[in-house]
């Protein structure tokens, strides 16, 4: 079955840091996208699984970095020096295959979708 759990949202002051995580199950977790209230779901950041880099949106790069366990079934995101503009839920995308080198933002393009894990950053 296949399942891609978010963990780590919590409400924090601008300045501050949070680590996500995305446990996976049937799965390669390979990306990060957000939802804030009354916009649309865009790119976070994306890993190159078979290259182990990562892929980022302009508005975290030098902020956000995204890792994986050694195994594969955890997908971190470490979120420093947050934002009140990174207020969103956060969601997980998964893909059936390890080969992803572009697309990133092709929301239609993954396979699955994790419910998601809330983060407000506020004063």
């Known amino acids: 079955q296949v399942q891609l759990v978010e963990s780590g949202g919590g409400l924090v002051q601008p300045g501050a840091s949070l680590r996500l995580s995305c446990a996976a199950a049937?799965?390669?977790?390979v990306a990060w996208f957000r939802q804030a209230p009354g916009k649309e779901r865009e790119f976070v950041t994306g890993?190159?699984?078979?290259?182990?880099?990562?892929v980022y949106s302009d508005s975290v790069k030098g902020r956000f970095t995204i890792s994986r366990d050694s195994d594969g079934n955890i997908l971190y995101l470490q979120m420093n020096n947050l934002k009140v503009e990174d207020t969103a839920i956060y969601h997980c995308?998964?893909?059936?295959?390890?080969?992803?080198?572009?697309?990133?933002?092709?929301?239609?393009?993954?396979?699955?979708w994790g419910q998601g894990t809330p983060v407000t950053v506020s004063t």
């Open positions: 049937s799965t390669y977790p």
């Open positions: 995308a998964g893909d059936s295959h390890t080969r992803r080198l572009g697309g990133w933002r092709m929301i239609g393009s993954y396979s699955h």
């Open positions: 890993l190159a699984w078979n290259h182990n880099y990562g």
